[in-house]
């Protein structure tokens, strides 16, 4: 394995939540509005998974990603787009059947709010590969800094579930730790 380890670098962030609440404000037949939406809206909204929360977008890169880590990302395709460096030989000049499956790519991503939510369900489990799981919290960590509401929601499967869906449970729903995390997702302040 690749002694590098994955780095982050985040792009940008498309979207408002002034557009949010705008968006919000069509569907229940209002104007635009004026003010700022509050730290508790904001949460409300995204625990809602209004379609709304849609119109907030990020962009972020992952240089020196295993491919293995690339490809267990690669499969969420819905409200998320992906731009993974090649393997092929006639853009690297090496033979793509000696590439190893922990060989450093670049995959850069744009994602909604809500895709992000439900990545992060599968991404932060911990039945999720270790090295996944960190390369997630990269981005997670980055959104935290911008959106603290929206990493509030970015949470396991059992947290937002409130049970543990797989067929072989990890251990963590049901004990203290859990019980905490769960609590503190679905607080609204």
């Not at 992906?82 to 030989?89: E, G, K, M, P």
């Not at 850069?108 to 992060?120: L, T, V």
């Not at 090295?131 to 970015?154: G, M, N, S």
């Amino acid at each position: 394995m690749t002694d590098m380890a994955p780095k982050v670098k985040f792009l940008k962030v498309r979207g408002t939540w002034r557009e949010v609440a705008d968006a919000a404000r069509t569907t229940i037949r209002l104007d635009e509005g004026t003010k700022e939406p509050s730290p508790k809206w904001k949460k409300r909204i995204l625990l809602a998974e209004h379609s709304p929360v849609r119109k907030l977008c990020f962009n972020w890169k992952w240089i020196d990603l295993p491919y293995w880590v690339s490809v267990h990302f690669v499969r969420h395709k819905f409200g998320i787009e992906h731009f993974v460096s090649t393997q092929r030989t006639d853009r690297t000049g090496v033979k793509r059947d000696d590439s190893r499956q922990d060989a450093p790519v670049m995959h850069e991503c744009f994602a909604n709010a809500q895709a992000i939510m439900f990545i992060s369900r599968r991404r932060l489990c911990r039945q999720a590969s270790p090295e996944t799981t960190a390369a997630w919290r990269l981005v997670v960590d980055e959104i935290a800094a911008k959106e603290p509401e929206l990493a509030e929601c970015c949470v396991p499967e059992c947290v937002y579930r409130g049970f543990c869906p797989e067929f072989k449970s990890c251990g963590y729903c049901g004990s203290p730790e859990w019980r905490k995390a769960v609590e503190k997702y679905r607080e609204v302040k």
